[in-house]
């Protein structure tokens, strides 16, 4: 397969999944706002979309200040913002189409949907109550394509290709979700007021990730920091965790590589090492000291492994 058509394989499905969290951290945040604890104010909420979406520097070079609408058009909708939801959806289709003759009819059929569909909503007046429709949307469109992908694709090279993106993708927006939470619970002043706010957080955490319920019904409990991040993070057989993704891209990896090339085998050494260290690490070695750290340097490892990647695998 040329390099040009696998790149454009690999960027799709991490642009599909990107946009797919986005959408949701941006929804949950947002309503969440609605019956949070008076002491949560409703900037710090909006500053943890832009902090998620990596924003918040870019946003104030266009914006003087945190608002509402603002933030909330930036994120989704502002087609100047490169990172923005619409251009999420933009770029899957563009790389879908760069590899049209490498997937299915139907799956393309679906993503020039899906991007007709944000090119209708990118041209109409932007109002904060379109927030609920718009990422609901981009959810529901996001897990109708990944059904065609594994249902209308031959599990190939190509599908591995796609496959590990989303994977990959996922890997590194699930511990972006976590790390922004536990900047956003770092930044709340020791008070009894502040106690409160930080048990808000951990059910908007999972909720972001969509694993509430999974959660509740492994645990039996409310929501805690061990918990949680444990189920995030260490939970084998959750398809929403670290660890699961993780695995997953090794599998799809390990098809892509061949024996032969030792530099391509060195990403694939990388990612077995991570996924083991994942595998023997308990929820005590994350919390003991500091667990953004231990978030922060898995996430570096993982966009590390996916620069590697693309260098070796997919330069043209």
């Known amino acids: 397969m040329l390099s040009r058509i696998a790149n454009s394989l690999f960027w799709m499905g991490r642009y599909l999944e990107r946009g797919e969290h986005l959408a949701r951290y941006a929804k949950v945040h ?5 019956d949070a604890p008076q002491a949560q104010n409703k900037e710090e909420l909006l500053s943890s979309i832009l902090n998620n979406a990596g924003l918040d520097h870019l946003y104030f070079k266009d914006y003087d200040k945190i608002s509402e609408l603002n933030v909330l058009f930036y994120v989704l909708l502002d087609v100047k913002n490169p990172y923005s939801i619409i251009n999420t959806i933009n770029y899957a289709r563009e790389n879908a189409r760069g590899a049209r003759d ?17 090119k209708e909503i990118a041209y109409k007046p932007f109002i904060s109550t379109n927030t609920y429709d718009f990422t609901n949307e ?5 897990a109708q394509i990944k059904g065609l992908i594994d249902n209308t694709m031959v ?3 190509a599908w591995n290709l796609v496959s590990l993106g989303i994977h990959i993708e996922r890997t590194i927006q699930v511990l972006r979700i976590i790390s922004t939470k ?22 908007i955490l999972l909720k972001s990730a969509e694993s509430f319920d999974m959660c509740n019904r492994i645990y039996k ?9 444990e189920f995030l993070i260490l939970n084998q057989e959750f398809p929403k965790s670290v660890m699961y993704n993780v695995s997953k891209s090794y599998k799809h990896l390990s098809k892509l590589m061949t024996v032969k090339n030792k530099s391509k085998n060195q990403i694939l050494f990388d990612v077995g090492k991570l996924m083991y260290e994942l595998k023997y690490t308990k929820i005590e070695d994350i919390t003991k ?3 953004i750290n231990f978030v922060d340097d898995t996430l570096k490892v993982a966009n590390t492994i996916v ?6 695998y997919l330069s043209y």
């Open 182 to 203: 536990l900047e956003d619970i770092n930044n709340i002043k020791t008070s009894d007021v502040s106690k409160a706010i930080e048990s808000y957080q951990w059910p």
């Open 30 to 34: 947002y309503f969440s706002a609605l």
């Open 155 to 157: 599990h190939n090279h």
């Open 102 to 118: 490498s997937i299915s009819t139907e799956l393309w059929m679906a993503i020039n949907q899906y991007y007709h569909f944000g």
């Open 307 to 312: 620069m590697e990647f693309e260098k070796e």
């Open 221 to 229: 409990s409310t929501p805690t920091q061990n918990n949680t991040l």
């Open 138 to 142: 981009v959810m529901e469109y996001s």
């Open 289 to 291: 000291s500091n667990a």
